[in-house]
Every structure is written in C-alpha cells, then in structure tokens.
C-alpha cells in the first residue's frame, strides 16, 4: 500500500502527560486506517469552506475507532467532520458540535470510542499544539492514551500522503503550556479487510475514466475482465521465456528459478479422472440451475392462477386446464365441483407437494 | 438542482414557496402510469460504498441498516454520504433472537431512528454535506432481503419523499469477489395498492400488480472526486507495461512482492463458490416451505368459506321451506335476507406474503443462474488447463 510506512525504525515512544503511575507500557504505537476512514477525510477537504478572508484552507475533523486493550494498537475506522476557523492570532472549534457528533456516532456503534484527530495538511504550528491537546485532555479527549494526529495532504497535483502523531507535553513556560507540545511520528498503515476489497474494487474501476464515474457491473463482467487481465499477464511471461529460449533477451536466473517453483505448483492429476469430476460436477451445477428455474416457473404459474381467471370463470377454467396439460402431461385437471370463489384455485393443489421433494 | 421537498427528515432546504407546487406534481404522479420514475439512475459516492460496506459487514450476520444523504440533480439520484442507525440493544431485552433480527430489520422505520436521522443529517449540514435523506440502505444474505420489514421501510420513506431508494448490499456475496449492491424502489402501482392496504384476489385483479411489479431496480454507477481519484492512483495498480528492472536472486522476488491491483481483483477467479450455491438452494426451499403454508392457509380459507356457503345455503333453503308454508297458512312471511346478520363470511387472507415469496424466488433463482454461469466457466477454464489437448 502506497500510503503504508513499514519499514519504520521507532525507537523510543514518549510518555503521555506527566502521569507516569497510569502510563505502564511503553511499547510502540501502531497506527492501522481503514479505507473509509482515509475516503472520508478527503471528502471533507473537498467539502470545506472556501471564504475569503480565511488562512488556511485546511479542515480538521474527529477519529474514532478502536483500541486494542494494552492500547498499542489503534484502529482508526471512521471519522467526522468539525467546523472550525482559523484566522490569524485565533482558532476556533466547536466544541459543542464534536461533543454532540461524538455522542451520535457512538450511540451508532458503540463499541468504538474517540482517537484522535485530523487534518489536511502536514503543516505543525502552535494552533495544531492547541487543538491536540484539548483532544489529550483528560475531560474532552483520550486521556491517558495518547490522542493520535493524522495529517493527510490534500494538496492538488501531488500525491496523498499520511503522517501520523502523537505527542508529548512541552514545557516552555507555564502560559504557554496549553499551546506548545512535542509531535512524535508513528508508524502507520492503512488495513482493508476482505469486505472492503470488493467495494473497493468498485472504486478503483472508475479510476481511469475521465468522467470519474463507472457502472456497477453484474459477477459474470466482472469475471471475463478479470480472467482477461490474467490471460494478458500469462502472454507476458510467455513472450519473456520464448524470447529467452530464442536468445532474444538476457536470461535471468532468479525469474526463472521463481517461474519453476510456481510451476511446479500446478497439480499432477489423471486426465480421466479429472473428465470424470469435471462433468459429476457440471452436471450437479447445471442440476441445480435448472431446478432453480423450474421453480421459478412454478412460482409464477401459481400467482398468475391465483388471481388471473376470477372474470369470465368457466371459460378460464377451461384454458388453465389446457395450459397446465400442454406444459405437464401428468397433470389431473382441477377438480370438479361447482364451489365459485373457490375453484380458480384448485389446480394449484396437486402439484405443491412435489416441490420439496426437487 | 429541482427543489427538494420539504418533507425531508430535519431538511431545511425547500423554501415555503416550493412546498405546494411538489405537492402537486406528486400527486399527479401518482395517478399517472408506474412508468415515469423520479429519478433514471442512482450515482453513489465511493465513500458510501465503502461505508455501508464496513458497516454491513461487521455486523453480519446481524442485518444492518443506515440511512442515505445526498440530492437529485438532473434524473440522477446522487447518494453522497451515509451514517448507520444505532443498534438495537438486544443483550438488556433477551428475548428470542427471531426477535433481535426482527427489530434490526426494523430500525429505519423506528421511531428513536428517525429522531436519530434527524439531528444527524443537522449536524452533518454544518459540514457541508448535503443535507437531504435519499432513502436507506440494508445488508442481506443470499439476496433474501424481498421480505415484509423491506416493504414497509421502503413504504415508510417513499410515501413522504418520492425520491428515496433502498439501497441493498449483499454481504455474503460481495465476500466472494464482486461488489453486490443494488438499488431498488417501489414502484408507484405497487405503492397505491398498498396505501389501500387490501391485498384480495379481487383488488389484485382490478389493479393488475403483479409480483414482478413491486420492486424496481435501478442502474448504479460508483463517482469518485477528484481528490479520491488521485489517491487511488497511488494504491495497487495493474503492472506497468514498462520493462521492469530484473531481479538478481529470488530472495529479491520474494521480498519485494508485488501486490495484487484492486481493480481488476483477482479475488473473483477463486474456485469455490459452491457453498453459495448450496447456501441459496437452502434458501430456496426455505422460500417453497412459505409458500406452501401461504397455500394451506388459503385452502383453509376456502374451506372455511365453503363450509359457511353451505351452512347460508341451507339456512335459506329452510328459511324458503318455511316461508311457503306460511304463506299456505296465511301468515306473514318471514325476512329472506336475515343471513346476512347470522353468518358471517371468513376474511380472505392477504396475498401480498404470496406475492413477496414469488419474488423472492424470483430473486434466488436468477442468483443461482448467475452463479451457474460464473462456475461453469471456471469449470470449464480449469479442465482446459489440466487437460491440455
């Protein structure tokens, strides 16, 4: 993953505060992102306020997710929005609104609880000191794990990177506390799981599209593109060993010796065998399709019955009877018996009982 | 943008000028053919894509429901942003767990959520979202979302807000390799029959609906920002068609793997979805065991119908028996018409479960079709492979 910081050497993590008694592990701070947290953060930066007058273009918003019990590793899953405003001397944000944003993501998913926060640009300035320590504070943030940072450039042009903080308390003198404190980097990397990967491939197919927009396609589409892809990438190395087998191109060991051992993967089997599974199984699929199908006519037979031939009934009675015989031949005909509401619905009868049994 | 209407949860966007001119062209919509849908296409964020996603699937197999923000603009419904609705605490009530689903099914149309939808899409204006409901969404098994609670939701949202939809993800499936999400909306036909609420052979025939015209499926297409579309540049991509630098022993292969590209997944070349068939066939039975008992509980009907005819039959014929008598006597006759009052007819059960089962086979039928199709091929592949010629 691109924005992914593995090889990541972290020597020594800072001490949350000065409560040494409640802080007992020192062991590093792992950072994981979900996707949709990171999809988020951007479309806040391309919804944020464009005024004027304003500074700074960056927005800044709430982490939430979970956290693993020794508090190593945090999972940041979702986020949301906070307005605030930067000007030169001042920032303001509303503390109201994330405490009331705060109270109903949790009530959504309550297992989850505040992190940290965000921003959209790598800038560090005493106003980012201000704003992550009023999320470290023992009342409105995290305390005593430390509150994350996590700055994400958005800046047009130029590739999306992700930093990620926390901090410790810097003491430059007693008023200027609140505002000053030491950024730490974390190793961090972003984590999607099976579930998002086929939405996200959903995402990524409208990448290359001018319009940024692309259909959702049915499984079998998707399929052919993806055996497609395969068969290209198989070409490729095809081309790459003939042209090496006709002293076109420079051998290479390693290609080679990785090329046998996946090769030898491939499985020795009976091609008799094999002709046997295939068409046992083939047929078990095509089976079920077909009783799938049968059903479904079934279905719909007997809705149409139950409500198409209530009008003119005697001569209806007598196409249904036609109609059932045409597509069965071991069909009975309704029975007999002059009862009005009730007769439409009789050649239903003998036939349900064979459906559980298909 | 068209005026969005006023009836949206905690919108505050259509002006009071607005307000009665949509009130009119909803109503004429509503008499008119079932053809002239609000909106031609539903275009949603990769953000909510994502979201409902995670949010379906961490709670499976538990259904999960949210609601969907966004706006129409031009025939298309834009889905822009989405939050889940809380959870049913279901440990504090430990009733059964039918119940437990029952109640999730249930969420957008609780009332704690709609207060909840409320205050959320007010907070979320603040931020610049688009402060519109758009409908909702749910996560299903197998496709078996065609049920009674989905109806109702639907109904809930569609009868104040004409362009709402619902929005279905399919968790089971979508874990198989292709994102299946679908959205669906009642059609105006099926809306009137059920603002009537009768549901008789009789209303059935009159209105002509049919099971295939309750829900109707709308064409989705995924829109990505700017922004978004140059962070994906940056996760894992096809390989370049460049000529790669060549590696000096196989440690070098190893180590620095290359990572499969998201899009187009691999994920979906895997052999196994057997289970799924044999999951939806399970499904299916489930579907023909309900509308079985749909089918015994209208025989009973008839019968009991048949039995009451009789009994009015023959309590006329009596009442006639005596009536000739008297007259032979001389005296006044007595009241023909006093059955009325004595019987009473059974009331014909709804056919809508009917209905809804027949389209839920419909549904699980058309899913094995797919699924037959994506294993066949595979099938097929595989021997070609293993048996060269």
């Not at chain 2, 499936?173 to 549901?199: C, D, H, I, P, W």
């Amino acid at each position: 993953m691109a924005a992914a910081t593995e090889r990541f050497l972290h020597l020594a993590r800072p001490l949350a505060h000065t409560n040494i008694g409640l802080q007992t592990n020192i062991a590093p701070l792992t950072v994981q992102i979900q996707p949709q947290a990171v999809l988020s953060i951007l479309d806040h930066a391309v919804r944020r306020d464009v005024r004027e007058n304003s500074q700074s273009t960056r927005v800044i918003g709430a982490l939430v997710g979970t956290r693993s019990e020794d508090g190593t590793e945090v999972e940041v899953r979702s986020c949301f929005a906070i307005p605030h405003t930067e000007e030169e001397d001042q920032v303001e944000v509303d503390v109201e609104y994330q405490k009331n944003m705060l109270a109903l993501v949790l009530k959504a998913s309550p297992r989850e609880s505040l992190l940290g926060w965000y921003t959209t640009s790598h800038e560090l300035n005493s106003f980012s000191a201000l704003i992550q320590n009023f999320f470290a504070a023992p009342d409105t943030g995290t305390f005593p794990h430390p509150a994350i940072h996590l700055t994400i450039s958005t800046e047009p042009g130029k590739d999306i990177e992700t930093r990620c903080y926390i901090s410790a308390p810097v003491a430059v003198n007693a008023e200027r506390a609140a505002e000053s404190c030491l950024f730490i980097q974390v190793p961090h990397k972003m984590l999607y799981g099976d579930a998002e990967k086929s939405a996200l491939e959903a995402v990524a197919s409208a990448r290359d599209v001018e319009s940024r927009t692309a259909p959702l396609v049915s499984d079998i589409e998707s399929l052919g593109r993806s055996i497609e892809q395969t068969i290209g990438l198989l070409d490729r190395v095809s081309e790459w060993v003939n042209g090496v087998l006709d002293e076109d191109v420079e051998p290479n060991n390693a290609l080679a010796q990785y090329l046998m051992s996946a090769l030898s993967l491939a499985p020795k089997v009976d091609a008799s065998q094999i002709e046997h599974d295939f068409n046992n199984h083939i047929q078990d699929v095509l089976m079920v399709s077909y009783l799938a199908n049968t059903i479904r006519t079934q279905i719909d037979l007997s809705q149409r019955l139950a409500t198409a031939n209530l009008v003119s009934n005697e001569k209806e009675e007598g196409k249904n009877d036609g109609e059932k015989g045409g597509q069965r031949g071991n069909k009975r005909g309704g029975r007999g018996g002059g009862r009005g509401g009730g007769q439409q619905r009789e050649p239903r009868e003998p036939r349900e009982p064979r459906e559980p049994t298909e | 943008m068209s005026t969005q209407s006023g009836v949206n949860l905690g919108s505050t966007v259509a002006t009071p000028l607005s307000r009665p001119s949509r009130t009119v062209f909803e109503f004429d919509k509503m008499s008119e053919a079932p053809k002239d849908a609000p909106f031609q296409a539903v275009q949603i964020d990769a953000l909510v894509i994502l979201k409902i996603a995670r949010h379906c699937s961490s709670t499976f197999p538990t259904v999960a429901t949210g609601s969907l923000v966004g706006m129409d603009q031009n025939g298309t419904l834009e889905i822009t942003n989405t939050f889940a609705f809380p959870t049913i605490d279901t440990s504090a009530a430990d009733s059964h767990q039918n119940d437990a689903s029952n109640l999730a099914a249930a969420a957008p149309r609780a009332k704690s959520n709609i207060a909840y939808q409320a205050e959320m899409i007010r907070h979320l204006k603040e931020v610049n979202v688009d402060a519109n409901n758009v409908g909702w969404y749910t996560s299903a098994t197998m496709g078996n979302f065609v049920t009674m609670a989905f109806i109702e939701n639907q109904y809930f949202y569609q009868k104040d807000n004409d362009k709402t939809v619902a929005l279905v993800y399919d968790t089971s499936r979508s874990s198989q390799g292709t994102l299946a999400l679908k959205a669906y909306r009642l059609t105006n036909l099926f809306m009137n029959v059920y603002k009537e609420g009768k549901f008789t052979t009789e209303s059935l025939q009159k209105s002509k609906l049919s099971f295939r015209d309750i829900l109707q499926e709308y064409p989705l297409a995924v829109h990505n920002s700017h922004l978004l579309t140059s962070f994906l540049h940056q996760l894992p991509a096809p390989p370049a068609a460049t000529e790669p630098k060549e590696p000096t022993s196989l440690s070098d292969l190893n180590n620095d793997r290359i990572k499969a590209p998201l899009y187009p997944s691999i994920d979906n070349l895997d052999l196994s979805i057997d289970p799924f068939l044999e999951k939806t066939c399970d499904l299916l039975l489930e579907s023909i065991e309900s509308h079985y008992v749909d089918l015994n509980n209208f025989q009973f009907y008839q019968r009991q119908l048949a039995r009451e005819q009789t009994k009015i039959t023959q309590w006329q014929a009596k009442r006639k028996a005596e009536n000739a008598q008297r007259t032979l006597a001389k005296q006044p006759l007595l009241p023909e018409d006093e059955w009325q009052r004595l019987f009473k007819l059974p009331t014909e059960p709804s056919r809508l479960e009917g209905m809804l089962n027949a389209k839920q086979v419909e549904q699980y039928s058309k899913q094995v079709d797919g699924f037959t199709a994506n294993i066949s091929s595979k099938m097929f592949a595989v021997r070609e492979n293993l048996l060269p010629q």
